[in-house]
Structure formats: structure tokens, C-alpha cells
């Protein structure tokens, strides 16, 4: 146990302070370690790497596969403010093979908010839950749907559209649930 973490120790700091290679090094210690905790590092890293470390990263993001690093992704996807960054890790989501249907209204926020490419990525992302969503996951998404619909009225068409379609997807996982959507064409 002990060695474990002497070892993730040592590929943090080759991980923030080596080479590139180095790095890719570090991220393959990372991948057999499994700790989640790495992650915070492992995003900061993206705002300042080659493309080569940039690929390999987005890459072992996509492959966790421990469901504790979505609350980690979705935390820190909340808080970034930097676009670029989100947009990278937007797609590492739609890439993954983990489940993010519990944070379908959190998705939704983040395509109202985001530009065009964020709300692409999001439909991605929302396109690929699988569901059944809980009742008041779909009704906190139309809430803020129909926030969007109300607020956008100089978004640009592209923007819209995409909105719409989210807005469709909701409305098809909504059978059961008495509420309208305002979704305009």
C-alpha cells in the first residue's frame, strides 16, 4: 500500500515537471494505479500541453473506467470557466464507456450556457444516455430548456437548432410526465 503511493508520487511529479514523455509515462502509471484523486492534476495539465500529451491524455480519460470519476468530471466541468478546456473534456464524456444519465439536467445547463461547439458536444453526450431518467431529472432539464427558449432570443440559428434537438430527445423520454416542453422551430 505504502509503495503504491510512493509510486503515484513520483509519476505526479514526473507528470507536472518532466518531459512529454515523461508524462506519457506518468499517465500509464495512473492508468494501472486507478486512483481517482489524480484527476484535478491530470485536467490542469490540458491547459498547457502538446498536442502529442493533449491526444494521450484525452485518451485515458475516455477509458476510466471507475464510476466515482464522473462525479470528479461533472464537479470540475461545473466549475471551469475556461471553454477550450471544457470542450476537450465535453468530449472525453461521449467517448467514455461510463454513465452520465443522472446528470441529464446538468448537461442541458451546460448546452444553454456553452457556445455552439459545447451544445454540440452536449447533444452528443445527452444523445448517448441510455436512461430510464427519473422523473425529476427530466423536469429540472425542461425547466431550463424553457429558461433557454425564453433568454436566447439573439442566439444564433446553429445554436438553436442544437437546443432543439435536446429539447426533442427530452420530450421523447418524457412520455409519462404532464409537462410542456416550448421548443420552437
Not at 489524480?38 to 495539465?45: A, C, E, M, S
Not at 502529442?52 to 462525479?71: G, N, S, Y
Not at 425529476?136 to 434537438?165: F, G, N, P, W
Request: charged fraction near 30%; charge should be negative; hydrophobic fraction near 45%.
Amino acid at each position: 500500500m505504502q509503495q503504491k503511493k510512493v509510486k503515484l508520487n513520483e509519476a505526479m511529479k514526473q507528470f507536472q515537471q518532466g518531459s512529454p514523455t515523461d508524462a506519457l509515462s506518468a499517465l500509464k502509471v495512473f492508468e494501472l494505479q486507478g486512483e481517482i484523486s489524480i484527476l484535478p492534476i491530470v485536467f490542469n495539465q490540458l491547459r498547457a500541453c502538446d498536442l502529442v500529451l493533449e491526444k494521450a491524455i484525452l485518451a485515458f480519460l475516455a477509458d476510466i473506467q471507475k464510476p466515482e470519476a464522473v462525479e470528479v468530471m461533472v464537479n470540475f466541468l461545473g466549475e471551469e470557466k475556461d471553454a477550450v478546456l471544457r470542450q476537450k473534456l465535453l468530449t472525453t464524456i461521449w467517448n467514455s464507456k461510463l454513465s452520465y444519465d443522472k446528470h441529464l439536467p446538468f448537461f442541458v445547463m451546460l448546452a444553454s450556457t456553452g457556445d455552439f461547439m459545447q451544445a454540440l458536444e452536449c447533444l452528443t453526450i445527452i444523445e448517448n444516455m441510455q436512461g430510464p431518467f427519473e422523473e425529476h431529472e427530466l423536469l429540472e432539464a425542461q425547466l431550463l430548456l424553457k429558461e433557454y427558449v425564453e433568454e436566447a432570443k439573439s442566439e444564433d440559428e446553429q445554436k438553436r437548432q442544437i437546443m432543439s434537438e435536446i429539447a426533442w430527445f427530452i420530450k421523447e423520454q418524457n412520455d409519462g410526465i404532464d409537462a410542456d416542453l416550448l421548443i420552437e422551430d
